[in-house]
């Protein structure tokens, strides 16, 4: 078997899971950063009502301060209660916290997995050892497996959903270190 083209097949199945972990640690990162942000705007909209009926019940508390028999005075701590309700339910069912950081873990886990594909040529800069860079390729493609296996699934929405978070953000790759700025290796 010749040793050089065995080399060149592990260096470009070395190519292939680079690139793989790459765009899906990005895609991750992309997704937990928008559960994330969901997360936030409905803890800060459950806040704010809180806030406001615990305010509304406060400052009935002083006579002549409200009008009592208005039915919009009646009625708003109420009104205020069934929102605050609503959007609790709304964050038990769609989970956008969780859904952050099951994303956020598996991004993790590609990334960890794409900084040893990058590094691999350090240990293995050319074909002396051909039979230990086999075993360790072999190694990385059943750790993308496992990763892959374990990762959320990425459906067609929500790559559109990722397609249109890039657009708006100018497609900054916000999933590599200051330091990794440059071209993908």
Request: aromatic share 12%.
């Amino acid at each position: 078997m010749n040793t050089g083209l065995s080399y060149q097949q592990i260096e470009d199945e070395f190519e292939r899971h680079l690139v793989d972990c790459h765009d899906s640690k990005r895609a991750h990162f992309d997704l937990a950063d928008y559960y994330y942000e969901k997360a936030n705007m409905l803890y800060y909209c459950q806040s704010f009502g809180l806030t406001v009926i615990t305010a509304w019940l406060l400052s009935t508390q002083f006579e002549g301060f409200l009008p009592k028999d208005n039915a919009i005075v009646r009625a708003t701590p109420t009104v205020l209660a069934i929102i605050v309700s609503v959007l609790t339910i709304v964050e038990h069912v769609f989970r956008f916290k969780d859904k952050a950081v099951s994303h956020e873990q598996a991004a993790k886990r590609y990334h960890t997995l794409w900084r040893a594909c990058k590094n691999w040529k350090t240990d293995f800069p050319d074909g002396s050892a051909i039979e230990q860079a086999r075993l360790v390729v072999q190694k990385y493609r059943e750790q993308l497996n496992d990763i892959n296996r374990d990762a959320p699934h990425l459906s067609s929405v929500l790559w559109r959903k990722i397609g249109k978070m890039r657009a708006k953000s100018g497609n900054k790759d916000v999933s590599k270190y200051s330091f990794e700025e440059g071209k993908r290796q």
